[in-house]
């Protein structure tokens, strides 16, 4: 087992994501590129087969000698040879789902594009998703031998400059571009024709690599893509490590199944190991597990991740999207392995000159949107009607900062801090429109059924109201009777210690109510005005009717009589 393990160890897996439109020639570029195909690969769905095209992510491999520039960088670990894992991804635009739950392992992003069509809605999605998950990016131009001969080179290097110009406001600036013909003459013609630009496609993607950031340490988290039975030896998951690390004989768990399994044995390529770590792509064989009950999901060390149903995330909206954010709409939501619809409510935190009850509660100052606030449960939030933009604003910087709560359809596995997408992907997928709408990470789960009684009431998240009254009289240079803003039913007590403010300018607090009409006596700390009392006073004058200082008083004043209006801003709940 010991040349097992140095077999492991010598050989750095580098995750490369195979993403593009439909029939961009993902998948015979994969197979171009391979030297061993993994048991998910190249459309194991007969579907598929039929169609020539992919619906599930497709694994495959091939290795090459390190280069120079991986050499001595991999610290105690040494390492001779690098394994490029292809992870082919679908290019159907309702299964885009699938891709993104492909790209949480990709440490580098091939773009796929037919050089004759150029960029679709897809090939941009995929572009979307790239910038989310991974770091670096190729664009490989396809479908060349497609292309005149005479005209061949101009076609490519016009697609080039436009592609530059496409990825001018990404993060794959400058990335590179190579024109290859993964499958000449099409996916109908005979093998015997020889694959043209991909020995040069390989030297591009060894020059491409990095040493990833990988960590035996932590808890296993496995990302599982297919699951099948071998006869008298058991049930063989296959997928990549995402953190952590597995050996033989560990106990993990299938949380989605609510069961624990030990691992009878693992294999990286069909090649025995003794375990593996984050990053690997690996074959992990359990017994006595029905391979049916799980086609694609994630294992862990026991006990470690949490079933979801409902979440607080961190949010940002996707510039591409041109539908709006509204609360109370739903989303389909990526998470983790799994994607499910998901009704959302927005907050964010409270705006400029929110009126805050003065009690025993702090209020809560307003934050520049650069700051990053954590999500905490102790403070208070604000309700939205929608997601925030700056879009249109003379100074447009980022979007103010806020968050989301997702109420799950069915409950999600998903592990903290994870990736989250949110989609329309029930959108007309012959649109040209882009159907990823924001992005995030999970910061707090709620793992009861009954949340909405046991969780959500710890959520303080509050609607700001405005009421307008009037002053009717002055009682003293302090104090002022105040009258409709609330109703002769309306719990005055409920509004005590609340702020309100004069259309004079001056400030004070509602003390309590006053008779049962539904008047209140308003404090002014500072004191009324000589000028404001003068006003009411007059005011009071020319006031026809109404017996002096009655609280009962039947026949009031009329508003409009009224010089001083009284403005009251509170949250609720």
């Keep these: 087992m010991s040349e097992s393990a140095d077999s492991r160890t010598n050989t750095l897996n580098f995750n490369v994501g195979v993403l593009g439109h439909v029939d961009s020639g993902k998948t015979s570029l994969a197979r171009a590129l391979s030297s061993t195909a993994s048991t998910a690969a190249f459309d194991k769905n007969p579907q598929s087969r039929e169609r020539g095209i992919t619906l599930d992510l497709g694994f495959s491999s091939f290795t090459v000698d390190l280069p120079d520039h991986l050499r001595g960088s991999g610290g105690q670990q040494r390492h001779d040879s690098l394994q490029f894992t292809l992870v082919d991804c679908p290019g159907h635009a309702s299964l885009i789902r699938t891709i993104i739950g492909g790209a949480q392992i990709i440490d580098l992003m091939m773009l796929v594009v037919d050089v004759v069509k150029g960029v679709q809605t897809q090939t941009a999605e995929c572009l979307l998703i ?88 932590g808890e296993l988290l496995m990302a599982v893509d297919h699951c099948f039975s071998i006869r008298g030896q058991g049930t063989v998951m296959t997928g990549t490590i995402l953190q952590g690390s597995l050996a033989v004989n560990d106990t993990v768990e299938i949380p989605a199944l609510k069961v624990t399994k030990k691992i009878k044995s693992v294999q990286m390529f069909r090649k025995p190991v003794s375990g593996a770590m984050q990053g690997d792509r690996v074959g992990v064989c359990v017994t006595q597990f029905d391979p049916k009950q799980l086609e694609r999901g994630l294992v862990c060390t026991p006990g470690t991740l949490r079933t979801l149903y409902a979440a607080v995330i961190s949010i940002r909206k996707i510039g591409y999207f041109k539908g709006s954010l509204a609360t109370r709409a739903k989303f389909h ?241």
């Design 333 to 573: 939501i990526t998470v983790g392995h799994e994607t499910v619809m998901a009704r959302v409510t927005f907050f964010g935190l409270p705006p400029v000159g929110a009126s805050e009850p003065l009690s025993d509660s702090k209020p809560l100052p307003s934050q520049p949107c650069c700051l990053e606030t954590p999500f905490t449960l102790d403070r208070e939030y604000f309700y939205q009607d929608e997601y925030l933009t700056r879009q249109g604003e003379p100074s447009s910087g980022p979007d103010p900062e806020q968050w989301a709560l997702l109420e799950f359809e069915r409950p999600v596995t998903c592990p903290s801090l994870c990736l989250v997408i949110g989609s329309k992907l029930d959108a007309d997928i012959h649109a040209n429109a882009c159907r990823l709408a924001f992005q995030g990470r999970l910061l707090q789960g709620f793992e009861d059924k009954s949340y909405t009684e046991t969780a959500l009431p710890h959520l303080r998240i509050y609607k700001t109201k405005q009421k307008e009254g009037q002053v009717e009289r002055v009682t003293d240079d302090y104090t002022v009777i105040g009258r409709n803003l609330f109703k002769k039913e309306t719990n005055l007590q409920l509004f005590v210690g609340l702020k309100v403010a004069l259309s004079t300018g001056e400030t004070g607090v509602i003390e309590g109510g006053f008779g049962q009409s539904g008047k209140f006596k308003i404090r002014i700390q500072e004191g009324l005005r000589p000028e404001t009392k003068q006003l009411l006073i007059s005011s009071k004058k020319k006031g026809k009717g109404g017996s002096k200082g009655s609280p009962a008083n039947e026949e009031e004043p009329k508003a409009e009589s009224q010089p001083v209006s009284i403005h009251l801003h509170f949250k609720r709940s």
């Design 130 to 217: 790239g910038e989310l998950t991974c770091p670096r990016m190729v664009v490989v131009l396809n479908k060349v031998d497609l292309l005149p001969r005479n005209k061949r080179q101009s076609a490519i290097e016009k697609m080039t400059k436009r592609l530059h110009k496409t990825l001018e406001s990404t993060r794959f600036k400058e990335c590179p571009v190579i024109a290859v013909a993964a499958k000449p003459g099409g996916p109908e013609a005979p093998d015997t024709e020889e694959p043209q630009g991909v020995p040069e496609l390989i030297e591009l993607l060894k020059k491409q690599t990095y040493l990833p950031q990988r960590d035996p340490g």
